[in-house]
C-alpha cells in the first residue's frame, strides 16, 4: 500500500461514561432492597404484631366494660376481624412481592386499596357505636 491510499481500520463502538438506563436487569433472582425491603418487612413482621397488640389490648378494655356496654364488644369483635383478615391479605399480597411472583404488584395495588375502604367502613362502623352508646 503506498501512503495515499486510505487505510481501512476496523470502528470500535463508542465508549459511554455513564451504562444506560435500562430499568430492572433481567434477572431470574432479582434482589429486594431499598424502600421494598422495608415495606416488605413492615407488612410481614410489624404490621401483623401490632394487630395482635392492639387487637388484643382492645378486646381486653371492651370485655371489661361489656356488661355496661354490650354494643361495645360487637363493634369491637367486628373491627378487630377485619383488621385481621386485612393483615392477612397484606401479609399474602407482601409474600407474592417478595418473591417476586406474577401478580404481586396487583395484589399489593389491591390490598391497598382494600385498606383504604377499610379505614372509611371501620370509621363508620365506631362511629355507629358511638351513637349506640350515646342513646343509652
Same mark, same amino acid.
Given at each position: 500500500?503506498?501512503?495515499? *491510499?486510505?487505510? +481501512?481500520?476496523?470502528? *470500535?463502538?463508542? %465508549?459511554? @461514561? ?5 430499568? %430492572? @436487569?433481567?434477572?431470574?433472582?432479582? $434482589?429486594? /432492597?431499598?424502600? #421494598?425491603? &422495608?415495606?416488605? &418487612? %413492615?407488612? +410481614? +413482621? ?7 397488640? /392492639? =387487637? ?13 356496654? @354490650? ?7 367486628? *373491627?378487630?376481624? /377485619?383488621?385481621?383478615?386485612?393483615? /392477612?391479605? =397484606?401479609?399474602?399480597?407482601?409474600? !407474592?412481592?417478595?418473591?417476586?411472583? @406474577? ?5 399489593? $395495588?389491591?390490598?391497598?386499596?382494600? %385498606? #383504604?375502604?377499610?379505614? !372509611?367502613?371501620?370509621? =363508620? ?5 358511638? #351513637? ?5
Amino acid at each position: 500500500m503506498d501512503e495515499n *491510499s486510505p487505510s +481501512i481500520e476496523p470502528q *470500535s463502538a463508542p %465508549v459511554h @461514561p455513564f451504562p444506560p438506563l435500562s430499568g %430492572v @436487569p433481567d434477572s431470574a433472582n432479582p $434482589k429486594i /432492597g431499598g424502600w #421494598l425491603a &422495608f415495606f416488605c &418487612f %413492615v407488612q +410481614i +413482621i410489624v404490621a401483623p404484631l401490632i394487630v395482635i397488640v /392492639g =387487637g388484643g389490648w382492645a378486646l381486653w378494655e371492651a370485655l371489661h366494660i361489656a356488661g355496661a356496654y @354490650p354494643v361495645l364488644v360487637l363493634l369491637v369483635v367486628s *373491627s378487630f376481624l /377485619g383488621t385481621v383478615a386485612l393483615t /392477612g391479605f =397484606g401479609v399474602y399480597a407482601t409474600i !407474592f412481592v417478595y418473591r417476586v411472583r @406474577p401478580g404481586g404488584v396487583r395484589l399489593v $395495588k389491591q390490598y391497598l386499596v382494600a %385498606v #383504604l375502604v377499610w379505614t !372509611f367502613l371501620e370509621t =363508620g362502623l365506631l362511629s355507629l357505636g358511638s #351513637l349506640a352508646i350515646s342513646n343509652l
